[in-house]
Structure formats: structure tokens, C-alpha cells
Nanobody, 127 residues
Framework: AVQLVESGGGSVQSGGSLKLSCLAS????????MAWFRQAPGKEREGVAR???????KYADFVKGRFTISRDSAKNTMYLQMDSLEPEDTAMYYC?????????????????????WGQGTPVTVSS
């Protein structure tokens, strides 16, 4: 079974940084997409950044160069370095992965395009 486990969330002040990690196990799709999503209270889950099995990256517009997604295949881990954090970035952050390359082949970046989800890690940014 595929398992995604996030870590690294926490509380920081505006302008601070956090680095999230997502450890994947049992995930063996050759062509695939992994992504970070976030969901604030009362809002829909939204894509933050995604990275393909070939390393192609896409960011949401609101990232504005502040976040960096990366992966270490040897460690089966995906990362999200978040700098210049703003109170609007406060949310639960989720790691996601597609099944059988579904998001990969469809160029997907919506929550419905992904099949496997972690439990989330909370990020709180105070002003």
C-alpha cells in the first residue's frame, strides 16, 4: 500500500521559513506526479507545487518565487522549502501522488487528479 507521511510543519512569524518533507513508501509508478496542496479553514484544497517523475515543476501563481519543490529519489522523499511566509499561507499542507500516472498524463494540478494523500502537516504564520 502507498503511504505518504508529511513532516516539518509548525508556527513561524511573517517572513520566516519552513521546510516540509513527504516520505513516500510503496509508491512505484514509473511515470508519476507528486504535489503539495494546502487547505485553509473554510476554503477548498488548492495546489501549491507539483513535480513529475522527470523533475518537471509547476507552481501555483500565489507562490511568487517564495517556495521551492524538490525531491530526493534515493530517499523517496519530496520537499517544499517555503520562504518569505505570509499569514495567508496558514493552512494544512498535504502531500499527494497520482496512481498509474493519472495526473502525469493529464497534466493535472487539481486535487481530483491525485489519488494518494498524506495526513497533512499544519503551517501557521503569524503577523
Amino acid at each position: 500500500a502507498v503511504q505518504l507521511v508529511e513532516s516539518g510543519g509548525g508556527s513561524v512569524q511573517s517572513g520566516g521559513s519552513l521546510k516540509l518533507s513527504c516520505l513516500a513508501s510503496g509508491y512505484t509508478s514509473r511515470r508519476h506526479m507528486m504535489a503539495w496542496f494546502r487547505q485553509a479553514p473554510g476554503k477548498e484544497r488548492e495546489g501549491v507545487a507539483r513535480i513529475s517523475s522527470e523533475g518537471t515543476i509547476k507552481y501555483a501563481d500565489f507562490v511568487k518565487g517564495r517556495f521551492t519543490i524538490s525531491r530526493d529519489s534515493a530517499k523517496n522523499t519530496m520537499y517544499l522549502q517555503m520562504d518569505s511566509l505570509e499569514p495567508e499561507d496558514t493552512a494544512m499542507y498535504y502531500c499527494a501522488a497520482d496512481r498509474n500516472g493519472r495526473a502525469y498524463w493529464n497534466d493535472g494540478f487539481a486535487a481530483r487528479d491525485f489519488d494518494y494523500w498524506g495526513q497533512g502537516t499544519p503551517v501557521t504564520v503569524s503577523s
